[in-house]
């Protein structure tokens, strides 16, 4: 089955339980955003997607193959802040993501390979609109120029499963609508499936084709860390942006490290 599928997926760290019962089936293509109160396993879920941690049960398949346990070129992420290498040019840092999977012991391609990643690498570029900006380094770039580099350089291998963790939370509102439109044209045009973690509902609701909501739905106030969070809502928005449902925001608003209902 083509897609992402997650079965009775758990996730614990020493006498704490993150993770529980996490069941789903993402297709390939969709756009999933991610919304929960700070600290309830977000990121650990992007990470087991991305392979960094691997489910303490449970199972996760790609394409109904069960994941590769180490990171690779199928899949792509993108952080808040420092997904880049900022001693390397914009044209290097792309190129390098397309020459690790493929010379990972040097890290490095002979001339003529060479030469077809650094075109790739700089149509890449062209794509995220920092064709101005090849030989720049990240500490010349603005933040949404960092942004947009971080994408080129996971998107550069044609990944099938793109993994955003809060990518525009660092950036200004006027970068940040830039920069969701410029991640919608991306999914729209290679058909990559996205995950995409936000604390922004609105923006959850208007770039995701299906919302997640993790939050715990058991809490003992005598051991706080037994019961993990899960998937308590999963909204298919089917390609209208949504509006943000009151009760979520009440939900949500009520939790600590509550996302942000403002709209961005
Ligand atoms: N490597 C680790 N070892 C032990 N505990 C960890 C580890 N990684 C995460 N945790 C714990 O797992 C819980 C969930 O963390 P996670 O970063 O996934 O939450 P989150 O929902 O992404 O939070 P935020 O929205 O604030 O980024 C936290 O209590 C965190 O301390």
């Known amino acids: 089955m083509s897609g992402v599928t997650i079965r009775n997926v758990w996730k614990e760290y020493a006498g704490q339980t993150v993770l529980e019962r996490l069941n789903l089936h993402v297709a390939s293509g969709e756009f999933v955003t991610i919304v929960g109160a700070s600290g309830c396993g977000k ?62 012991v040097l890290g490095r391609l002979f001339a003529r390979e060479k030469r077809i990643a650094r075109d790739k690498a700089a149509a890449m570029l062209r794509a995220v609109g920092l064709e101005h900006a090849f030989d720049r380094y990240p500490s010349e770039l ?82 706080p860390q037994a019961y993990g969070a899960t998937i308590t809502y999963d909204i298919p928005l089917r390609g209208r942006p949504g509006q943000v449902p009151d009760a979520l925001v009440q939900r949500l608003s009520s939790a600590p490290g509550a996302p942000n209902e403002e709209a961005s």
Do not use: C
């Not at 997904?83 to 690790?100: G, I, K, Q, R």
């Not at 044609?158 to 999914?187: N, T």
């Open 43 to 104: 990121t650990t879920f992007l990470r087991m997607l991305l392979g960094q941690e691997s489910p303490t049960r449970g199972t996760i398949l790609l394409d109904g193959q069960p994941l590769p346990a180490e990171p690779g070129p199928e899949r792509g992420i993108v952080f808040q802040r420092y997904s880049v290498f900022p001693h390397l040019s914009a044209l290097d840092n792309v190129t390098l993501a397309l020459e690790l999977p493929a010379s990972p």
């Open 142 to 223: 603005s933040g949404g120029m960092q942004q947009r580099l971080a994408i080129a350089q996971s998107l550069v291998s044609a990944p099938k499963v793109l993994l955003l963790d809060e990518p525009f939370g660092a950036l200004d509102p006027g970068i940040r609508g830039d920069m969701q439109a410029l991640i919608r044209q991306i999914w729209q045009q290679t058909g990559v499936t996205v995950f995409m973690i936000t604390h922004d509902l609105p923006e959850a609701f208007a770039l995701g084709s299906r919302v997640l909501v993790f939050d715990k739905p058991r809490i003992d106030p005598q051991a």
